[in-house]
């Protein structure tokens, strides 16, 4: 079944307010990524998060990865409408080549 | 400047058709990947190719063969297209193969929406 998955599936707040977007996956891996796909593109890479780190910042982006809960957060500050999108996270499992990719939480950040 | 292109962006065409949707990358990237999103917005893998060799073949069924000239070229034919085939394909490259630490950074093309009728 599908390594990753989002909760919630979807999330709609108001332009300035925090995000926060969770991933949980079922096996070990090597690292975990969260992905943006706005509507009707492509998937554009945000940040990556190795096993062994446990919290990672990029701008606005705040990452946490608790392996011992197999679980990732995407914390998204200060929300912008342009910030709407879906988002993905996805994994890299311990000893395979493939992604895997969550079933996304799609945000809408009203202005 | 695209670093991940596809062609065409759109194909309505109707059942039992053959078609190809063609990917190019011009990162330099040694992996390329072809992805299926259905109506969902669920993003599976379908192959990737490392250095023109196949690496991974999900169960897809074999209407579908990906073939790669060369390392910057990926493309996907489908032969006798069904209703089930119509999603969004995405082709993506990374470098160098998923799986090694750090790495593995995927850069998707814009996609090609393909509506079988």
């Known amino acids: 079944s599908q390594q990753g998955e989002e909760d919630p599936q979807a999330l709609g707040i108001q332009e300035g307010e925090n995000a926060t977007m969770n991933c949980s996956y079922k096996?070990?891996?090597?690292?975990l990524q969260w992905y943006r796909q706005n509507s009707g593109r492509g998937l554009v890479h945000l940040i990556l998060i190795r096993s062994n780190e446990r919290e990672k910042h990029s701008g606005r982006l705040r990452v946490t990865l608790d392996t011992s809960k197999k679980s990732s957060s995407l914390l998204i500050t200060a929300s912008r409408a342009a910030d709407t999108a879906s988002y993905f996270c996805?994994?890299?499992?311990?000893?395979?080549?493939?992604?895997?990719f969550g079933t996304g939480t799609k945000l809408q950040v009203i202005p | 400047d695209t670093a991940v292109s596809q062609t065409p962006k759109y194909l309505v065409t109707q059942m039992g058709n053959d078609k190809s949707i063609k990917c190019e990358q011009n990162?330099?990237?040694?992996?390329m990947y072809w992805y299926k999103q259905d109506s969902k917005k669920f993003l599976k893998i379908m192959f990737s190719y490392n250095n023109k060799e196949l690496i991974i073949n999900e169960t897809v069924p074999n209407r579908f063969s990906p073939k790669s000239p060369d390392k910057a070229h990926l493309n996907l034919h489908i032969n006798s297209l069904e209703l089930g085939d119509s999603a969004v394909y995405f082709c993506?490259?990374?470098?160098?193969?998923?799986?090694?630490?750090?790495?593995?950074?995927?850069?998707f093309g814009p996609g090609t929406r393909l509506l079988v009728l």
């Open positions: 096996t070990s891996i090597n690292n």
């Open positions: 990162l330099g990237h040694d992996t």
């Open positions: 993506a490259s990374s470098q160098p193969p998923t799986g090694t630490s750090g790495r593995e950074t995927q850069y």
């Open positions: 996805a994994t890299v499992p311990r000893g395979y080549q493939k992604v895997t």
